[in-house]
């Protein structure tokens, strides 16, 4: 069984931290050899699920700057570790009607090995799920190009989405 240990110092004091995936919780489904986890993000209604391949940072302290002329989409960009990024505003990019007040906004950074790092300005921070307890179900007709289909349970829907073609279409879209 697989451990993760990580040392850290809090309050001048030497602390230890040890995970273990036995700790997680089980999955409900029965004859599975393991339950695989996965992330996904909340804009509005829709829940978005995180590639595997993408890296993903919540952010916390941060600073939105306007920038004159830019896209709808863009709130703003701000500085991270030096990098100035642009920020999506979810909602205007997908339409939804709603908008976030400055207290509400929930940022995230993606870093897509195709494409610059970006951040997202979402509804709820991520969440884990058991990817074995949904059902594959085709995408809605008249879909956007990066919805790839959508995962189904008693619960939820999440979307399962091609990052790189939303982003490859937010950069084309800033003409």
Same mark, same amino acid.
């Given at each position: *069984?697989?451990?993760?240990?990580?040392?850290?110092?809090?309050?001048?004091?030497?602390?230890?931290?040890?995970?273990?995936?036995?700790?997680?919780?089980?999955?409900?489904?029965?004859?599975?050899?393991?339950?695989?986890?996965?992330?996904?993000?909340?804009?509005?209604?829709?829940?978005?699920?995180?590639?595997?391949?993408?890296?993903?940072?919540?952010?916390?302290?941060?600073?939105?700057?306007?920038?004159?002329?830019?896209?709808?989409?863009?709130?703003?960009?701000?500085?991270?570790?030096?990098?100035? *990024?642009?920020?999506?505003?979810?909602?205007?990019?997908?339409?939804?009607?709603?908008?976030?007040?400055?207290?509400?906004?929930?940022?995230? *950074?993606?870093?897509?090995?195709?494409?610059?790092?970006?951040?997202?300005?979402?509804?709820?921070?991520?969440?884990?799920?058991?990817?074995?307890?949904?059902?594959?179900?085709?995408?809605?007709?008249?879909?956007?190009?990066?919805?790839?289909?959508?995962?189904?349970?008693?619960?939820?829907?999440?979307?399962?989405?091609?990052?790189?073609?939303?982003?490859?279409?937010?950069?084309?879209?800033?003409?």
């Amino acid at each position: *069984m697989n451990t993760i240990t990580a040392m850290g110092d809090i309050n001048g004091e030497d602390t230890e931290s040890v995970f273990k995936p036995s700790q997680l919780p089980q999955s409900s489904q029965k004859n599975k050899s393991y339950n695989q986890t996965r992330f996904f993000y909340t804009v509005g209604l829709f829940n978005f699920l995180l590639e595997e391949s993408i890296k993903v940072e919540n952010l916390y302290e941060f600073t939105i700057n306007d920038v004159p002329y830019a896209p709808e989409w863009c709130s703003g960009v701000t500085s991270i570790r030096g990098n100035i *990024m642009p920020i999506v505003n979810m909602h205007v990019f997908l339409k939804t009607g709603k908008h976030t007040g400055l207290k509400n906004k929930k940022l995230m *950074m993606l870093e897509h090995q195709d494409h610059s790092p970006i951040i997202f300005e979402i509804d709820k921070l991520p969440e884990i799920i058991f990817i074995n307890n949904y059902s594959d179900a085709p995408a809605p007709k008249k879909s956007p190009v990066w919805l790839k289909k959508t995962l189904k349970n008693e619960k939820n829907i999440i979307y399962e989405i091609n990052h790189s073609e939303l982003l490859r279409q937010l950069k084309n879209s800033q003409l």
